[in-house]
């Protein structure tokens, strides 16, 4: 349980790290739309191993196929299935970690609670499960240019001690992807790509945030109380392997102001009332106002690192972890697509659910 | 839409802060269970107005009326609902609010995606709906105690600019109920208490962050991808009224720290493994690992201050909003009793979805 | 679990026999629907007991109180919370039941399920749960007339071995009431009363059909594959209490036909195709075609009967059951209403999710 | 969206008759089953086309691949995800269909709904969907008889004016299987043969009944109100192709009986209470008595027949249908399986969902 995300606009993922593959099932995609496997290697390009030397060595070109639901290039209304076959799989390589738990990974917290475990790097719960949502996030992103011209974008704002200074407001798809480490702040990533090498070489690894923004968000997205705008991003962000924390708009930042100086007045605007400032990241009471949504997801350090580690066996006898096999050292680069697509997964389900309150005339 | 929470232990609420007053349903409660509205009221009283000068003055006695669900003492399976009336709504003293956006508050948002709004006191979007949360809570919170020896507890950490020291792993209920704050460092509490009273003169407000714990986990709650134990908490705090963020463990202090600082050894210990930290806050992979739980909300000030602000009307002129009604300049005492409830809700729903994982012999 | 029913237009109900009262939450209605106590009031009346002489003598008023969600006479677009107080409840009257299983009631089931039971008159195993259902119906028909002139209506065709002739495309509401066995065929309708009389002189009970009509529907609702409009009538037909049947179109009529008789031609008509026949009953492959929707109910005798029963203590012991209280020799007239109620949840759920389906220009 | 069915044991389908292939995957499977694709091949085996005379001739091996969710032979916890290539699709013979709409086919209504579809051999609507309701079906077989030994059985009971004889509570799966009308009455088998071969001959099509038996059932299972058991079941069998009614124990067949006649009265049995009679066919109030679950599926002639038709193209203009392709002249004999699968993820749902309320000693 628990592989399924969204109301109206919902998915299903599917597979294991060195199992046959991986999947997803999107329902509720509305028909009509002009959507191609090209659409979704695009994104999946960007999440993809083997991109830069910033990221793990494991070659998978993870070519999508689309096995249902598009019909002469447009969607029919019915359940997309997205296969991406398993590649490079190497299970072998992973036979030695099968009797002992990895410090900070899941193999502990599985045996627990299933009882056995895939041990193959990581099983269901490698990062590689995200194929899927990316797969899913790009046919949302079709979906919300096509409707409302939303648009949706996630950068690396820090990584370690190196901090970056980004205009959320304005920042583009180009500046982000000008740099393998994507954050758009030039100095700022010629640092962090030689921190992440030093890091590397150390083998050590290190952890970082993604900053994300959606523009063109229509006011009234969101629901009030359990499924604020808000609410389900940050499920949708700690969903996210190996992410710590989140926050919106001025965020635990907040804390330290006072209400006079946090409150977003709002100013007559050309189209009816705006706010002057956006502490609030672009949604009150759980619904959008109109403003771009910001927000941040802070990611802890990878836990696979290239360096010996003490740990213990299932049968809890103290042992040397060796590390092995491949692995990024910094997983925030190619954290930045997972972000937004779980953005677009949330902000497409909620525009469709919000065609059911436009209901009446208003 | 948007008013249920939960799968398994499941909540709906309704109500609005000036109408008949407010409620809520929980299904999926198991049978058996006793309770009463006693049991409810404790939690109750420590969420109500009017406890502390810290607090609004708003005079409810948020007596809690068990409508079905409970016979001779006991659950019976079927809904739970609980009933709280309003007692001392005044809408009258909300009329000048009717044709204008509060700063900070839902007022427009509400308008933005319905078309229409209760403008007493916020309506659906007033902290009152929380009653509901926190009735259920209860529930949640003696199902916990039954079954597992759960324990959750939470308190005021910091208050603007006022830090306390507390250890999460012996602090208790007494400690955090020792003080009108909920912080449970005495020396901070004072500080805290002074720090509010000064911004109440000042007719502003402050932000702050409550911690909280859950002791007694058994590993394997949770669920991998979507409906990780961090994403299910992470949704239930960013669903409270004024939070702004959530990180789980080491949170936003993990991306300043290297994975070799950051991991958590395992070593053996007398019940198998365990870990010699705890920077994961008691999760890996979206599933609790044994450990407690620790985590953090961040809440923005108040957004109501007894000062003039400058907002506009509904058709986009110029106004000067007065402070009236009662409220309360820091919202974090309040808060704590809410937070353990979204994380009772949540910690009761896994543990039931435990149930059907642990069915065939290990 | 249970008690929620619906994904757009969504209600959960809650409450017993002779508890403290009766109620449902209905979440997902749009804002700005006209609504008002009165508007429920019509359709409760037509379900509590107390009618005419065919029914119980319980004498209930079952006044509705609506607790939140509409303001000024309109729906906001938060929850619909409704109140129906139990007046003449009577829990004495049942304790001679308290130790022993009634035939063909849920007393027994609920031990087996829960482990404990509320036997106070069936607790929530009895049929006065249904009047939330037919609150919420009432908000769903308000909702349908207004958006889409949508129509339903149904009524007793037979009543044990006395058939009706009705004509499903024309007959009326005042048809149907004209009569307290809610028969529309007047001289079926006498004959079921005489059948109903004497049964109820024999301390005996009947069975019989509740049949229904949906009208103006537009094609397109329904879903393929789970959700078809069929599966999701048949689903709400058979939570009625005392159901065991439902059919759509021909129903079991068709396995008696061959294709070539069976099959709907379609012909042109003035807006485009259409079809000669409606065997399908409305439906094709789970979506409405833009015909009458037309279904039929199964319903058993009553279990609770006027005379002397041999049954079982929960002791395992023989014990002979004298049935007191009171209780209809017939559910027929009184399901008309909760059938209406199930069609209009059926259909509001449905009508909200289709737009979410329309978004694309076609 | 409607692809989706059950709560605790979860499954989603997705594909089309001519696409790529067809598929479903199944969420919420306790861990630590064994199961493999031959487990999966004996159903799929049972519904695959081409069996005998009396199906479809379509060449399809339906070989079914498990990707994910199953390692070393053993269930994991993970999403099952299991994909049926489809072989003999032949598109081009459906292009003569691209512009008209077939009597009672889903064409029509699929336009209606979704402004376009895919013509290719019914697309979505075909019964090809079924497969991985069949292949889920024989993972909750699986599971139902390793954690409570409950059997699920279905079979033709009756086609167009052929009835037979059948024991419910005998008939084995070797009677079923032994004629390839999948009816255990000999005699009535034969008979029902040669009907269909007549059907066929004269280009014409039959309807029939399913009947199904669940045995071993413990008590308790089903919830009250919505989802009963009855009425989870009523929504698994009209959300089957060509399904047009649905009752449970005595049925249809109630209305003719009186209460005294028709309640099942309890007697002490060695274990405890039980019925004298099962009327009821093992459920009361929703939940299951303990008693064999017998039911009955009734199921309309196939719409397509291979006899020329008036029809109407898109551009609603008369045209005449001939009838090419593969079809099945009674869907019966493959309808079974198709039952039998329904049935068991309806049980293996309320069997996961029954583990949560079974929390408390009792």
């Avoid at 628990?2 to 099932?25: C, K």
């Avoid at 299970?91 to 193999?107: E, F, G, I, T």
């Avoid at 790097?121 to 409707?147: H, K, M, P, Y």
């Avoid at 972000?339 to 902000?347: P, Q, W, Y």
């Amino acid at each position: 349980m628990g592989s399924t995300f969204g109301h109206s606009f919902r998915l299903t993922t599917w597979g294991e790290s060195h199992g046959a593959g991986i999947g997803v099932v999107v329902d509720g995609c509305p028909p009509r739309l002009p959507i191609s496997e090209a659409d979704l290697q695009h994104d999946l390009d960007r999440r993809r191993p083997g991109q830069s030397r910033l990221t793990t060595q494991r070659d998978e070109g993870d070519r999508a196929e689309i096995l249902s639901g598009v019909f002469e290039g447009r969607t029919t209304g019915a359940p997309i299935a997205v296969l991406v076959r398993n590649g490079d799989a190497r299970p072998a390589a992973y036979q030695h970690l099968k009797d002992l738990y990895r410090p900070s990974h899941a193999d502990f917290t599985y045996d627990a609670k299933y009882g056995l475990r895939d041990w193959r790097g990581g099983g269901r719960a490698s990062a590689r499960e995200t194929i899927g949502r990316v797969a899913a996030g790009a046919i949302a992103r079709r979906l919300l240019a096509e409707v409302a011209g939303i648009e949706v974008l996630a950068w690396v704002s820090q990584v370690h001690d190196v901090y970056s200074s980004v205009d959320a407001t304005a920042v583009t798809l180009e500046d982000v992807e000008a740099h393998p480490t994507r954050c758009p702040d030039p100095k700022a990533a010629k640092a962090m790509e030689a921190a992440i090498d030093t890091a590397r070489r150390d083998g050590d690894s290190l952890g970082g945030i993604v900053s994300g923004v959606a523009r063109c968000i229509p006011a009234g997205l969101g629901a009030p109380v359990f499924d604020r705008l808000e609410a389900d991003l940050a499920k949708a962000m700690l969903s996210l392997p190996a992410s710590k924390g989140f926050d919106i708009g001025s965020g635990f930042d907040a804390v330290n102001m006072t209400g006079r100086a946090h409150n977003d007045s709002f100013v007559p605007g050309p189209n009816g009332p705006q706010t002057a400032t956006n502490r609030s990241g672009g949604v009150q009471g759980g619904i959008s106002t109109g403003d771009d949504l910001t927000f941040r997801v802070a990611f802890k350090p990878t836990a696979t690192i290239a360096s010996l580690q003490d740990t213990v066996t299932i049968d809890n006898e103290v042992v040397t972890l060796e590390a092995k096999g491949r692995h990024d050292p910094c997983v925030l680069p190619r954290a930045v697509p997972m972000v937004e697509a779980m953005t677009l997964l949330v902000l497409a389900d909620h525009w469709l659910r919000q065609q059911a309150v436009d209901v009446l005339p208003r």
